[in-house]
């Protein structure tokens, strides 16, 4: 909406305006106007780009249930057994474009306090990777899960039998965006 406001009024406002003002709509607005992979920091606010992801399919389910982000962070414990992803490596793995690794290294602290809350979003993320996803992981607080494919055929086959297990009420399939050919 601040883009189009931008563009409709004739503002001439650079991204980084447009993106110190998203954050007082939103911590994820910033990312939104920014576009792209990044790397947020802080509530998702402080943003460093990042060469494009791979392009790869990608699987999108979410069950029937509602997460309370507020929830999960109040309800947070980090400590030192808590597994946390390796963000150095990943993001040498996008630098390098290596999806293998991309997809061993991701990972959600997040998913220590909602999983147990909710264990169908474990359920999604088994189902997904026995349908042949080669990551599956929940999307920041939940309760959308997300699985990356290494091709179409696979995810689409994965997509199918996601619908018939009836862990989620709504089911995507699409790929990620980066402006590589």
Known sequence: MLYGMNQ???LKLKRKDL??????????????IMRGTALAEGIGEKLSSLPPMVKCPVLIAKPAVSVSTKFVYQNLKLNEQTPHPDIDALITDIRNSDFDNICA?????LETVTIPNYPVIAQI????LKSGAKASMMSGSGPTVFGLFGD???????????????????????SIYNNRR
């Open 125 to 128: 993320k088994e189902q997904m």
């Open 19 to 32: 993106m110190e003002r998203g954050v007082q709509i939103g911590a994820d607005v910033p990312y939104c």
């Open 8 to 10: 409709l009024f004739g």
């Open 152 to 174: 179409e055929e696979t995810a689409r086959r994965a997509r199918a039998e996601m619908k018939a297990s009836g862990l989620a009420k709504q089911v995507y399939l699409t």
């Open 105 to 109: 290294d991701m990972g959600n602290v």
